[in-house]
């Protein structure tokens, strides 16, 4: 079936479904509403951080000439206020004006391995090198060992994420009974690699609405070792 968009027929007037789709043959419908979730619960707060303090530590390197690829590697999801990590950012960078001649030679600079704020800084070797990547300038990579959120007994919190945004597909799908109506998770952070099994646990205890048909994991991902797009995952119909 091919479907086209028939978004000209929603009614701008009413709280509506993101999407509305008609299949050029049949005439059947279906209507998208696509919702982001995430956990930890305060992953986007925490992700705007990191590239706040990616950027400040830019600013205090200015006069630097970065002229091949350098690589500065800090925390996922760092925790704390501006007023906390400002110093750090700030101290970060000065280290770096500090021992830049050895740097610019080769050499990385490391936090301490007792220091409760790891990360390093260094100029990024040729092998490691992806296509498209700047042949200047800094890069910034993160690592965080993921939590594993247990489907089986789920936090409360991520319950009752879900319970509001079932409240909100039911009021948008009230109008369109006849229509498959279809959930889009855009899935973030620890919730990101779940499989339809995992989801499955979930939804046995955070029954999805009648009024919702079909839900999909949504994700924006590697699918080889060049090459990134979007890729989807039927996790509940009925």
């Not at 990191?50 to 830019?58: A, E, K, N, P, Y």
């Not at 936090?155 to 009752?160: H, S, V």
């Not at 498959?180 to 939804?203: G, M």
Request: negative net charge; charged residues 30%; glycine residues 2%.
């Amino acid at each position: 079936m091919v479907y086209n968009n028939r978004e000209n027929a929603i009614d701008s007037t009413k709280k509506q479904p993101e999407a509305l789709y008609e299949d050029s043959d049949s005439h059947r419908e279906l209507v998208i509403e696509r919702k982001s979730i995430a956990w930890p619960p305060d992953y986007a707060q925490r992700h705007h951080k990191d590239h706040w303090m990616s950027d400040v530590f830019l600013k205090e390197l200015l006069g630097i000439r970065l002229d091949t690829l350098y690589e500065l590697n800090l925390p996922s999801l760092i925790n704390g206020t501006e007023l906390e990590l400002r110093p750090k950012a700030v101290e970060m960078a000065q280290q770096v004006r500090l021992h830049w001649p050895a740097i610019a030679a080769g050499s990385i600079l490391k936090s301490t391995p007792s220091s409760s704020f790891q990360w390093y800084f260094r100029k990024l070797p040729d092998f490691e090198k992806q296509d498209g990547e700047p042949d200047s300038g800094l890069k910034v990579s993160s690592f965080r060992t993921p939590t594993y959120v247990n489907a089986s007994d789920p936090p409360t919190e991520l319950g009752d994420m879900l319970e509001k945004i079932y409240r909100d597909c039911a009021k948008k799908f009230a109008a369109y009974s006849d229509t498959t109506r279809i959930l889009v998770l855009d899935t973030f952070e620890d919730l990101r690699h779940n499989d339809a099994e995992w989801w499955q646990s979930i939804f046995d205890r955070y029954e999805p609405p009648n009024e919702i048909n079909e839900i999909w994991a949504a994700a924006f991902d590697w699918i080889t070792d060049e090459t990134q797009d979007w890729m989807f995952e039927l996790l509940k119909s009925r």
